[in-house]
Nanobody
Framework: QVQVVESGGGLVQAGGSLRLSCTASGLTIDDSSMAWFRQAPGKEREGISCISWTVDSPYYADSVKGRFTIFKDNAKNTMYLQMNSLKPDDTAMYFC????????????????????WGQGTQVTVSS
C-alpha cells in the first residue's frame, strides 16, 4: 500500500553535487519521518539525515553535516537530499526510508525504526 521511490543518483567527480529525490505514495510525508540512509559495499547501513513534522531541526550525521541538506516539498509529497562538495567516501547506495515516528536533530533512529523503504539509488564519486 505504501510505496517509497528514490531517484537522482549517478556518477560525479569529487567536489560536485547531486540532488536525490524520494516520492512517497500511501502516506503523507509531512505527517511522517523521512530519512536517508546509505550503504557502501561491505559496510553496514548508515543513517545520514532525517526530517519530520516536529519543530526540531533535521538530523544530520557528522559525516555529511554542512555539505548535505534535507528538505521537503509537501505539495509534491517529495523529499530531497541536496548533496554538495561530494567526496569519494560518499560513494554508496542511498536509500529513502519513512515511518510514522518522529525524528529529532540529535536522534534520527536506526534502520529498524523505519518501516517503509525504497530500493536505493547509486551514488558514485570519483577521485
Amino acid at each position: 500500500q505504501v510505496q517509497v521511490v528514490e531517484s537522482g543518483g549517478g556518477l560525479v567527480q569529487a567536489g560536485g553535487s547531486l540532488r536525490l529525490s524520494c516520492t512517497a505514495s500511501g502516506l503523507t510525508i509531512d505527517d511522517s519521518s523521512m530519512a536517508w540512509f546509505r550503504q557502501a559495499p561491505g559496510k553496514e547501513r548508515e543513517g545520514i539525515s532525517c526530517i519530520s513534522w516536529t519543530v526540531d531541526s533535521p538530523y544530520y550525521a557528522d559525516s555529511v553535516k554542512g555539505r548535505f541538506t534535507i528538505f521537503k516539498d509537501n505539495a509534491k509529497n517529495t523529499m530531497y537530499l541536496q548533496m554538495n562538495s561530494l567526496k569519494p567516501d560518499d560513494t554508496a547506495m542511498y536509500f529513502c526510508a519513512a515511518d510514522l515516528h518522529a525524528c529529532y536533530s540529535t536522534d534520527m533512529g536506526r534502520e529498524i525504526d523505519f518501516e517503509y523503504w525504497g530500493q536505493g539509488t547509486q551514488v558514485t564519486v570519483s577521485s
